[in-house]
Every structure is written in C-alpha cells, then in structure tokens.
C-alpha cells in the first residue's frame, strides 16, 4: 500500500472551511483514498473515500488531484467538535489498513 | 445494533501476566482487527483477519496471539505482558467500504 505524508497540525476558525492535504505520490491505479478521524481517545470514525472522482457526503468533501498523487479533505464549515486527529490511508480496499500519525485539527472559537 | 463491542474497557497488569482481550462484532463482517495506539501516536496493526478461520500478522505482532473464534468473535491474547505492552488496544471490523472501531481497551501493565 501507499505511503502518504500529511502535516502534523493546523488550525481553523470556527464557522470556515477546513481544508486537510495529503500527499501520496506512489499511488497505484487501484488504490483508494481513505479518511478516518478520531476524536479524543475514542476509536476512529470512517468519513470518505474516493478512487479518482471528487466525492462528497454528509460530512465532508474529498478532492483529488486529477494525476491522483495528493487529495485534500474539506470540511465545509468547521466545529469546535470537528477538532480531532484525521488520517489519510491509501489501499486498494484489502484487508491490511494501515494507520498513520495523521494531522491534527484544531478548531478555535 | 452495538457495533464493535470490546471487553474489558480498562486492565492492570503485572508483568508476566496473560490476558485476552476480547472482540465481538454484530455487523456480519468478514474482516477484524486488532491495533494499538502509544500515547501522541496512530495506530498500528498487530494482527488481522480477513475471514473466519484465517489469521495474518500486521506491523507490530511479536508478543501476542490471536484467535478468529467464529464470524463474530475475534480475541487478542498476551501471553506474558510486558510494560512495553502499555497501550490503547482497539479492535475493529471492516465493510466493503469502511472500518468501524470499538471504543478501546486501555492497558497498563506494571
């Protein structure tokens, strides 16, 4: 499965946009992008994925770059409950899913 | 409809000690798993299986066992607990599409 490298924190005001890079440049034709998040000490919780086309659902929006070797997670308009670790998994949708340090969020009032 | 559901939610160990940290799942899946979470890290895959009756190692499995007991039921065993062991342990089943997650073990051996 594919590496990917995302940016340890950032922040976000309340009410904006959160938008979340990952970068996966050795991706292979068929593997998927996952997003997971975990809030506090509680077990991660499945938000996306996506294979080439931009998706979105209830909580969020997965854009991925047309040569698919980085994608970025929005969150439209960011709570103070949206803050959490989020983590950007590639595979090809097999049983070995591997967790990175992901990047954490910070959402200030 | 519960989900994952582990036991027991918090441990203390000695070293030398066993213990089995259970799993169940209600979801009919094929594939669990088991990861472990250090403090300020993400998780890492100890072991996993992809369908009754199969077991594989992930990243990390070197001190523990497991067992697929049936569709349901996936344990993960430590045989002779080590304070290196001290961890978050969460077990998870997978859809086609998406892991769910229990809430966590939180071990602490001594």
């Known amino acids: 499965d594919a590496k990917t490298t995302q940016p340890t924190s950032m922040d976000c005001a309340e009410g904006r946009a959160a938008n979340l890079p990952c970068n996966h440049s050795?991706?292979?034709?068929?593997?998927?992008v996952y997003w997971y998040r975990q809030i506090h000490s509680q077990g991660p919780q499945y938000i996306i994925h996506g294979l080439k086309n931009n998706e979105t659902n209830e909580m969020a929006s997965l854009i991925i770059t047309e040569d698919r070797k980085s994608s970025t997670l929005i969150l439209p308009h960011a709570t103070l409950r949206d803050t959490a670790v989020y983590y950007c998994?590639?595979?090809?949708?097999?049983?070995?899913?591997?967790f990175g340090a992901g990047t954490r969020l910070f959402v200030k009032a | 409809n519960a989900g994952v559901t582990q036991t027991p939610k918090f441990q203390v160990l000695k070293t030398g000690q066993s213990m089995t940290l259970q799993c169940a799942q209600d979801?009919?899946?094929?594939?669990m798993y088991w990861y472990r979470q250090d403090p300020g890290m993400g998780l890492r895959l100890i072991y996993y299986s992809a369908s009754e009756g199969t077991t594989d190692k992930g990243e990390v499995p070197n001190g523990y066992n497991v067992s697929r007991l049936n569709k349901r039921e996936f344990s993960l065993r430590l045989e002779s607990a080590a304070p290196s062991q001290t961890s978050v342990y969460f077990c998870?089943?997978?859809?086609?599409?998406?892991?769910?997650f229990g809430q966590g073990t939180r071990l602490t051996v001594v």
């Open positions: 050795t991706i292979s034709g068929n593997e998927y």
């Open positions: 998870a089943s997978r859809s086609l599409t998406e892991a769910f």
């Open positions: 998994i590639v595979n090809t949708g097999g049983f070995k899913t591997i």
């Open positions: 979801m009919n899946h094929n594939s």
